[in-house]
């Protein structure tokens, strides 16, 4: 048995006296200062923490940690999410006492070496996107999209401009999108797709007024399509006085070959966490960096790194800064990760990356199109899209095909994304895989096409080799049970109600 | 580039199946005037090369381990169990993604169930999410969901609070028809209680205070709630977790959301970041917390299984209309403190808030006995406590500076009236030797 | 398929019972077929103004939120606190234990502008299925 059977939370495995370290005994004032503190300042309730040994706590959580697929172990083909290899070269650097043990509000002097990373990082950001200006503080994708949204805000307030009220995205967007707008009241408006999956652009231009404060584009698109208008695009948005958004979730197949700098974007987002390589870490942290051309620069949330004679310093705020949108600067761990991988990149390393996310993901598409039907033909850009429509008379959705890689020991692509496909299933294998491994992926596919056909109960009903198999979630949204505490106020319940 | 593993072999296999003859027929649509844009990058490095490069940059700063540091203010330097950095370093957590397939994510749900349940017990509230970006966006979103919820408003926020969590609510604020005002403190660092009692208005929809406040005064909150839910506003609490083993807590304060900085849970100070922002929420503001929620479920075998739950609230589905548009969290951090509130325990999490109230009580004596510098030596702390110089600061400042000490963060780059006071933090990070060298160094200036 | 002759119907997959001034409101039996599992609603408030064809409640699954709009303007005046620990009536009974909200007809008139049953199943039968 390589996985335990024990599924009990660290409450239940708890016991009176044990303790997971020791702390120093000698205290150093002569009376307990605590003492001399107002009662009613002091914790009245219990601390029910658990109460369990160093090796158990680690047994506990190593055991955990093997009930997940990771990048380390699977092949991740998760559409948009640009799951690629994290060097460990990366975490080495980011796990460097001169780094961890900064404080952020230490003096410029003696930070030179962080200040010069940050410096640095955003040289090769502007280099690599094209544009004018990047700050560091964003902390994911969507908090840059955020952060960018507050930009196009002042920069129409900034020009008296008060009635661009309205941000236009595709109907293929992710949702973070028009949610980050509606965050700074924006009335969101969908542009449709044309046949090709685009922007359709007589859609676009009936939409396009005077009211129009920005459309946020991601291109590559989410279904791999590179907006080949993109340069009308541009033109017909500006022309109208609104600003173009560049959400960078699909950046990756673009290094060293096109920069959105060029193609007319005034703002943008770049996630490093998908593009430059660093680990998502079940969910985050990520890194957002908003970069602008020159016309926005003044707003740009402050402080931002500037070099000087005598080095590296925080640069003085313009008075129209949006202002801080985090705490300090950033989430500097994962820069540091971001800059060691671009560092061993180099110029000549974008190119090959985006080289083989682009050949990768053709090649994959190729070898699944006689098994599955492809939303959109014609080449792709990093990642494509497959619909399984045409399985709906055997019962069988996107999902549960998801569900049943998960058996033959690979991660689910995005399923039922983007929302213009019926039953999708996006497919992004990235540059680091081998043919080896996408071979095997393709054997997979096929075997669960076999199955859709003969046997379509099976894939429903996947997967059958993990630590669980499909959770209740109608049961969980409609009885939320959130916490140790709801589990053992509902076990009271039912034991009253028995009773 | 050691992370591929295409050959060229593989490249012209590839494209032979793909049936083209080379790159550029796979991205003809890039406009051919969007191609060759001269990149001026230098070339790639080798492992030695990157790593040298790496720890020259390293070596460029002088850290609170090359230095005794008593910086504070919103960052703290804190002991970290090697167990619980083993448990974060772990792979499988670290290059995980978000837990959207829970067959295949049983660790990462299980690990943020009980970081939930940590959180929740801590803080007294009901429903805890999986991770915010840190304490200063934690607390604006918590100032929206305010608002929202009872449809009115204004914030107000106590002055005493970390003034970059201030900064990053009235950011957030601006662009929408939401304001925020904010209330004064007094002249030891309390909040002003007729200042906070004649803001309170029927446009107010949350009140925000902070404890320890940013000068370290663990603020007295008694009948604040009870006036906050009278005018039909709800109050946000944000306190340093690590006092809550000993200090009253949010529930207990009458708090309908703690929202705020996790960092001194077990993360590293990293120059900011990455860090951890809790937001745990009473049971009536269940349906309106933003971020992720993992809810305890059986499998199709009835076996006990977590998956990620109430998503109807998230972007993914709301799109425009969702609450917040939160994707990513800080959740490898939420492991961490996880792990190290385990570690901790019942008994170590009291023990913690003891010594650190211990050495700042002790240093913060040590201090009032010197000549040039005062201190409030009554008032409750934690870890941190405001000093006021009798010289100028900068002085002190570079003096201590060439004896190797950060003596601190200067309070009037915050409070312009604040001249020449100082904030000093000391954990259990250090020694009697530590405080009684400062303490020293002080008293000679 | 249920289409209950008594009621009438929007195109949007609500249905309304008319009596006298007063109107029941729920979803089609087709809308929670289409909707699944309905795992929590957020019902108006009472005594709140509701528009015809704006929104007026949130029905959720796991994966998605449906705004139901009020198939006829008028003022709350009960809702189905049942709901709210039951949500799966809607699946169970949505004609019946599964409805949302009763309203105060503000223009009686407004229902001539909805579907009869006869109306609604020639729509929902053309309708193509995803």
Known sequence: MLISKDDRLSFEKSKPGRRGVTLPRERFCSADPLQTVPKHLLRQSPLL?????????????????????????HFYPLGSCTMKYNPKVNEWAAHQEKFTALHPLQSEETTQGILEILYEMEEGLKEITGMDRFTMQPAAGAHGELTGMMLVHAYHASRGDKARRKVLVPDSSHGTNPASAALLDFHVVEVASDAHGCVDLKDLERHLDEQVACLMLTNPNTLGLFEKNILEIARLVHEKGGLLYYDGANLNPLLGLARPGDMGFDIIHVNLHKTFSTPHGGGGPGSGPVGVKKHLIPFLPAPLVEKAKEGYRWAKGDPRSIGRVKLFHGNIGVIIRAYTYLKVLGREGLLKVSEAAILNANYLKEKLKPYFQVAINGPCMHEFVLSLKSCGAQGVHAGDVGKRLLDFGFHAPTVHFPMV?????????????????????VEAMKQIAHEIETDPENVRQAPFTLPVRRPNDVLAARKPILSYRDMVREKALAAEVAA | MPYLSLTDEDRGSLLRTIGVRSLEDLIKDIPASLRNARISLPEGLSEPEVRALITRLGRKNTTTQDCLSFLGAGSYEHFIPAAATEIAGRQEFLTAYTPYQPEASQGTLQAIYEYQSLMTELT??????????????????????????????????????????????????????YTVEEFGFDANGNFDRNAFASKLDATVGGVIFQTPNFFGVMEDLEGVSEK?????????????????????????????????????????????????????????????????????????????????????????????????NICSNQALCALAACA?????????????????????????????????????????????????????????????????????????????????????????????????????????? | MDFPENLRYTKTHEWIAVQGNKGKVGVTSYAQQEISDVVFVELPKKDQAVQQAKTAAVVESVKAAFDIYAPMSGKVTNTNKALEANPGLINQSPYGDGWLFEIELANAGEVNALMTAQQYRDTVQQAPKH
């Not at chain 1, 109460?51 to 680690?58: A, L």
């Not at chain 2, 809810?295 to 589905?317: M, P, V």
């Not at chain 2, 650190?356 to 240093?363: K, S, T």
């Open chain 2, 228 to 324: 906050i839910h009278a005018n039909g506003s709800l109050m946000i609490l944000t306190a340093d977790p690590l006092s809550l083993g000993v200090f009253k807590s949010p529930r207990e304060w009458g708090a309908d959301i703690a929202a705020g900085e996790g960092q001194p849970l077990g993360l590293s100070m990293e120059f900011g970041g990455p860090y951890l922002g809790y937001f745990v929420v009473s049971q009536a503001l269940m349906r309106r917390i933003p971020g992720r929620l993992a809810g305890l479920t059986e499998d199709a075998d009835g076996k006990r299984a977590f998956c990620l739950t109430l998503q109807a609230r998230e972007q993914h589905i709301r799109r425009e209309r969702a609450g917040s």
């Open chain 2, 340 to 445: 190290y509130m385990t570690l901790l325990g019942k008994k170590g999490m009291r023990e913690i808030g003891e010594i650190n109230c211990d050495r700042a009580y002790y240093l913060r004596q040590k201090i009032a006995k010197t000549r040039n510098f005062q201190v409030n030596t009554t008032q409750p702390i934690f870890n941190e406590f405001r000093v006021i110089s009798k010289k100028p600061f900068a002085e002190v400042e570079l003096k201590l500076k060439t004896q190797r000490f950060f003596p601190g963060v200067r309070l009037e780059t915050f409070y312009p009236e604040l001249k020449d006071q100082f904030l000093v933090c000391a954990t259990e990070t250090k020694t009697k030797e530590d405080l009684d060298q400062f303490a020293e160094a002080l008293s000679q200036c």
């Open chain 1, 421 to 441: 496909v019926p039953e999708a299933l996006m497919i992004e294998p990235t540059e680091t895989e081998s043919k080896e491994t996408l071979d095997l992926f």
């Open chain 1, 49 to 73: 923490f658990p109460e369990m040994s160093e090796s158990d706590i680690i047994r506990h959580f190593i055991n955990l940690s093997r009930k997940n697929f990771s990048v380390d172990t």
């Open chain 2, 124 to 177: 007294g509230l009901d429903v805890s999410n999986a991770s915010h970006y840190d304490g200063a966006t934690a607390l604006a979103e918590a100032a929206l969901l305010t608002l929202r919820q009872t449809d009115r408003s204004k914030v107000l926020v106590a002055r005493s609070a970390h003034p970059h969590y201030r900064e990053t609510l009235r950011t957030y604020l601006t662009g929408t028809p």
